[in-house]
Nanobody, 132 residues
Framework: QVQLVESGGGSVQAGGSLRLSCAAS????????????MGWSRQAPGRERVRVAS???????RYADSVKGRFTISKDNAKNTLYLQMNSLKPEDTAMYYC??????????????????????WGKGTLVTISS
């Protein structure tokens, strides 16, 4: 059974940094989760969930325009862990951040044109609060 557990959220001031982690467990068709498309979404209070970043099995990354140049998605295949390094944080980055995985090696256009249903597994989220 696949499980995704996020951590690393917290409260920081604008301009600060945080590093989110998503520890994956379980196997998909005999392969660890990091061998598949993985991504991050976020949901601010009272707003819809939006996609932030994704990484393919071969390491190709994609970002939403709102975080491009500030956030970096990466993964450690040996640890089966996904990361989101967030720098130059802004109050509008305040949200619950969710980790997700898809039973397919490529994320394609999930960040810019996909839907939440395109992902097969979700974590329960970690809260990020940015104060001005």
């Amino acid at each position: 059974q696949v499980q995704l557990v996020e951590s690393g959220g917290g409260s920081v001031q604008a301009g600060g940094s945080l590093r989110l982690s998503c520890a994956a467990s379980g196997y998909i068709y005999g392969y660890t989760v990091s061998n598949y498309c993985m991504g991050w979404s976020r949901q601010a209070p009272g707003r819809e969930r939006v996609r932030v970043a994704s990484i393919d099995s071969d390491g190709v990354t994609r970002y939403a325009d709102s975080v491009k140049g500030r956030f970096t998605i990466s993964k450690d295949n040996a640890k089966n862990t996904l990361y989101l390094q967030m720098n130059s944080l802004k109050p509008e980055d305040t949200a619950m951040y969710y980790c997700a995985a898809k039973i397919w090696p490529r994320c394609a256009s999930w960040v810019v044109a996909g839907t939440e249903n395109a992902m097969n597994y979700w974590g329960k989220g970690t809260l990020v609060t940015i104060s001005s």
